[in-house]
């Protein structure tokens, strides 16, 4: 198992985050996962860099494992994402993994194209997938058409390794789904029991040897108070159901959705936390259960003292496993 950090392009600027992976390759942390927002969650985050650009940087200025989670088929064309990946692993041979995603329209409507219902954003992501996997592989022009158009496309600059595609579920339905088509699955942290059916949905469908990734939310702080205070300033607007937040339009929207959680809504669905111990069982059963990545994001502002935290008190006790 790996345990990597979260990128966070939402909350902290692209410099600031740049600045932060390389103390967390310092600290111990083995890969990153980059977000890929043009919004941020809420105003008060206030960051939309450009992750893209970023992760060459970001590749070049250190050794770590990169993935991004990115929605391909609306704000960005199937192909352009295809031409970015096989780009990062020319230059950073298989140190790329791609998470894929249907998106929220938080992101997606600066098109101004029509945002599809669930069912259609799923099958537009599971063709995107598709043509990016021939572009990457097959050597003549490319020619397609069904949710989007491709028109004599060809990457000259092909990956030295395919990337391994995880396809990102929230729920049962969609982990059973994926498990067709994807390469291995990401999800987020839930209680264990709810962990357990994403597992086995994933797992007993055709995903029975294919890799699995966890994105987990904690809030570490010196204190339990500054911990809670900080996950409710910034990921407020982010626990509620995906078939909700997916169809919200701007952070404004989604500040005033937060404004209705409580404090303790949150401890549900962040890890609150000043004790080493907390971290290091939640971390181990993650191993445990099959996840072969868990990409921790902390989601207060303290990101230096977190990494120096579980550099010290948290990562030398999983690797001794």
């Known amino acids: 198992m790996k345990t990597g950090f979260h990128a966070s392009h939402e909350q902290f600027t692209p410099s600031h985050l740049l600045q932060l992976v390389q103390q967390a390759e310092k600290a111990g942390f083995q890969a990153v996962l980059s977000s890929d927002h043009f919004h941020p969650w809420s105003d008060i985050q206030g960051e939309s860099g450009f992750a893209w650009s970023w992760l060459g940087a970001a590749m070049q200025a250190t050794s770590l494992e990169y993935g991004i989670v990115n929605a391909p088929g609306q704000r960005y064309h199937p192909t352009i994402i295809a031409q970015a990946v096989a780009t990062l692993d020319e230059m950073f041979p298989g140190r790329f993994f791609l998470c894929s995603g249907s998106g ?54 092909k990956p030295t390794h395919i990337p391994t595609v995880y396809g990102a579920a929230i729920t049962e339905k969609t982990a059973a789904w994926l498990s067709s088509w994807a390469d291995g699955m990401i999800t987020i942290s839930k209680p264990v029991e709810e962990l357990e059916k994403m597992v086995k949905a994933f797992r007993g469908a055709e995903g029975d040897n294919k890799p699995m990734a966890l994105k987990v939310q904690i809030s570490y702080a010196s204190t339990r108070e500054k911990a809670l205070d900080g996950a409710w300033e910034q990921w407020k607007n982010n626990i509620y159901p995906s078939k909700l937040i997916a169809d919200i339009d701007s952070p404004e929207k989604f500040d005033a959705l937060g404004m209705n959680t409580r404090k303790e809504d949150l401890e549900k669905h962040v890890i609150i936390g000043t004790d080493a111990e907390i971290f290091i069982e939640k971390i181990k059963k993650y191993g445990e259960m099959g996840f072969e990545k868990v990409i921790i994001h902390n989601v207060n502002k303290q990101q230096e003292d977190f990494i120096d935290f579980f550099g010290k008190e948290v990562l030398p006790n999983l690797q001794q496993q």
């Open 104 to 157: 929220q329209l938080l992101n997606e409507n600066i098109t101004g194209e029509q945002w599809p219902a669930k069912r259609d954003r799923n099958k537009r992501l599971q063709e995107s997938v598709e043509v990016m996997r021939r572009l990457w592989q097959e050597e003549d022009y490319l020619n397609h058409k069904g949710m989007f158009t491709v028109e004599r496309a060809k990457l000259f600059t």
